[in-house]
Nanobody, 124 residues
Framework: QVQLVESRGRSVQAGGSLRLSCAASGRTFSSYVMGWFRQAPGKEREFVSAINWSGSLPYYVDSVKGRFTISRDNTKNTVYLQMNSLEPEDTAVYYC?????????????????WGQGTQVTVSS
């Protein structure tokens, strides 16, 4: 089992940058595929990015490719999401999540463990 705690989000202007982090408890962090999701008001939770166990293989939804970078530090039990060139459409609550397997199914119900979420607001 793993517990996930995201860093505090904040408000930024369009074009700005923000790095989210997610700290995991437990000693088996490196055995989990880590992901980031987001949920805007009135919308379903949306997959954003994932990274494999070693950090060598990132994966992104098309809308954030070239702007967001996912990384992890297994020595610190932490996964990061660097967000650049932020747009108002990126406004959402961001969640980190964990699952054991790597598969081409990035729906929320495929992830077993979740953080509490953190608000990111991008103003135009």
């Amino acid at each position: 089992q793993v517990q996930l705690v995201e860093s505090r989000g904040r408000s930024v202007q369009a074009g700005g940058s923000l790095r989210l982090s997610c700290a995991a408890s437990g000693r088996t962090f490196s055995s989990y595929v880590m992901g980031w999701f987001r949920q805007a008001p009135g919308k379903e939770r949306e997959f954003v990015s994932a990274i494999n166990w070693s950090g060598s293989l990132p994966y992104y939804v098309d809308s954030v490719k070239g702007r967001f970078t996912i990384s992890r530090d297994n020595t610190k039990n932490t996964v990061y999401l660097q967000m650049n060139s932020l747009e108002p459409e990126d406004t959402a609550v961001y969640y980190c999540a964990a699952r054991a397997t790597w598969a081409n199914n990035w729906t929320a119900n495929e992830f077993r463990y979740w953080g509490q979420g953190t608000q990111v607001t991008v103003s135009s």
